[in-house]
């Protein structure tokens, strides 16, 4: 999946510019990335769960312990067809900032 440069151009394109720049949290780390959890057996709904994290063992805690009620139905499902973490999820962006991430997840 190519992903758009996620800048104030897409913020704009996403109607989030004003919210994201009235924001006075942000974390401008380039420590963030984006993770997106997929169902490999579907065709007409892959994506299943978009996040962003600071942390790389974010989708593991998810695979194991998910606050998602959508994301644990797919995760047992996965788990019953013996399919791994590294089957169903990705990163797909890296190394950005807490809003380029946050701007990239509402894109997808």
Known sequence: MKLPKPDIFLEKQLGIFEAAESCKE????????????????????????????NSIHRRSRHW????????????????????TIEDTSKILAERLTQREAACLETYI
Do not use: C, M, R
């Open 64 to 83: 194991n312990h998910t606050h998602s009620n959508l994301l644990e139905h797919w995760i047992n499902y996965w788990k019953t067809k013996k399919l």
């Open 26 to 53: 942000w974390d401008f780390d380039k420590v963030y990335y984006v993770y997106l959890f997929e169902d490999p057996t579907q065709i007409d709904i892959p994506a299943i769960y978009v996040g962003i994290s």
